[in-house]
């Protein structure tokens, strides 16, 4: 019964250790470059912002068009006429009026209920305010896609990077790894009297010189993780593993051989902006001429009125009145404030055309940069690549002659330094590609 007991507490205590490993390992959250950016963007809150924005403007197109319909107001006025207005006599009809030369007017109450419309049949300002809201539009997308871009950027710099800190913190540990077998061989022949205690100080001497490296490699590891937690905007406790290594990468490159420019400038997330910009000025260059033009307004009123000493209001007299017509108002003068607004945009249209040759040039500019940078690269990559086969063979020969006594232990170390450093240079060397390439990607405008 005891042993049965014992049983039934041990796979109770399994199963539960099982329940909390599960948990533990279904908090750990999976990361390709696929999955982060469809984070980021998910949780980008500047994209978020913009597509508020994109409603905004849609509500302030609908209402610039409502201007377009009738206006309809009903008000009501009561007047309590304390002072009542006079009218002034002619002497010849004063003098029949006993001597009295002005005679009161209405009464004491006035009580007025008015109906007024009013339909807008010409009026250019408001016709061009409404094809203006389209630009509007269109810029804020534009500015979206800006931050979809700016983003993409941003992760796949802050990925690369945590890649980057992986591969060199494997690197040095596979060269400490090393330093420790080359520590524990010599130690053993040291004590057996076959090595100097000079080889042996140099072989400790060299394990305590990868550490300081090693220490940095996982701060480094841990610090670019962080980055990309806080880039992707997800809660800084949440645990996340790296699924893929920088040389998955390494396939997959590939150099343009040429980069057409017209599609650059086209897709060139800054000077869309700056077009977007330049068309808003003249656009609202259009509102301002406009405001030269004349309106033309259809008008309509009704007026249901009376007037009263008392407050009685069952024997009040109401009289209704109405009327049509049509209102035109054509600007004569305004001071010249309308052409001294015109010419302060003509100005600023220049000064951003201006500034969109500058940035023409610039990106052009930033596109040969970031091609030649991708080409240095991958001519490292390759002769990092050839470094690294040769520097692990005169590794494998340097550690069999110090085996056989013909080598050295600063021969060992210096080859041994040797393979650690060409590793190195070749992850450095493929991130240096993958990160200009990161680059050209944004000034071509690509999302993904």
């Known amino acids: 019964m005891k042993r049965k007991l014992w049983k039934l507490a041990f796979i109770g205590l399994l199963l539960a250790n099982l329940n909390v490993f599960a948990q533990e390992t279904s908090s750990v959250l999976d990361l390709d470059l696929e999955t982060a950016l469809r984070i980021a963007h998910d949780n980008n809150p500047t994209i978020m912002i913009a597509n508020i924005e994109i409603q905004r403007v849609d509500y302030s197109r609908k209402e610039a068009i409502g201007a377009l319909l009738p206006s309809l107001n009903v008000g009501g006025q009561y007047t309590d006429n304390v002072m009542k207005q006079v009218m002034f006599m002619p002497e010849s009809f004063a003098a029949l009026m006993g001597g009295q030369r002005y005679m009161e007017m209405g009464y004491k109450n006035s009580f007025v209920g008015s109906v007024s419309s009013q339909l807008p049949i010409v009026n250019f300002t408001l016709w061009q305010m409404i094809k203006n809201k389209q630009n509007d539009m269109d810029m804020i997308l534009e500015k979206a896609r800006s931050s979809k871009i700016e983003m993409t950027k941003q992760v796949k710099d802050a990925y690369y990077t945590v890649l980057l800190s992986k591969s060199s913190l ?105 077009d977007y910009n330049i068309i808003g000025l003249r656009n609202q260059l259009r509102v301002i001429n406009t405001q030269h033009l004349p309106m033309l307004s259809a008008t309509g009123s009704y007026m249901y009125q009376t007037q009263a000493e008392n407050f009685k209001f069952k024997d009040y007299t109401w009289i209704g009145s109405a009327s049509v017509g049509l209102q035109l108002s054509v600007p004569i003068f305004a001071g010249m404030t309308k052409v001294n607004q015109a010419k302060q945009v003509k100005l600023a249209i220049q000064g951003l055309e201006i500034q969109r040759e500058y940035a023409k040039d610039g990106i052009n500019l930033q596109v040969k940069s970031q091609l030649n940078t991708m080409k240095a690269a991958k001519e490292q990559l390759i002769v990092n690549k050839d470094a690294i086969n040769q520097a692990k063979r005169g590794y494998e020969i340097a550690k069999v002659r110090y085996q056989v006594g013909s080598g050295t232990i600063l021969e060992l170390n210096d080859s041994e330094l040797s393979l650690t450093q060409s590793q190195l240079n070749y992850q450095q060397s493929l991130y240096n590609f993958l990160s200009a390439q990161a680059n050209l990607e944004k000034v071509m405008g690509s999302e993904k």
């Not at 022949?189 to 400790?204: F, H, T, W």
């Not at 940095?216 to 962080?226: C, D, P």
């Open 170 to 274: 494997k690197v040095l540990e596979q060269s400490y790894s090393n330093a420790l077998e080359t520590l524990k061989n010599i130690e053993n022949s040291y004590k057996q009297g076959v090595v100097s205690e000079y080889d042996y100080i140099r072989a400790q001497v060299n394990v305590n010189n990868i550490n300081p490296a090693l220490i940095n490699a996982k701060n480094g590891v841990e610090l670019s993780t962080m980055n990309l937690i806080m880039i992707l905007s997800i809660d800084a406790e949440q645990k996340i593993r790296i699924s893929q290594d920088l040389e998955d990468f390494n396939d997959n490159i590939n150099i343009l051989s040429k980069v057409d420019n017209s599609t650059v400038l086209a897709q060139n997330s800054d000077l869309r902006l700056l």
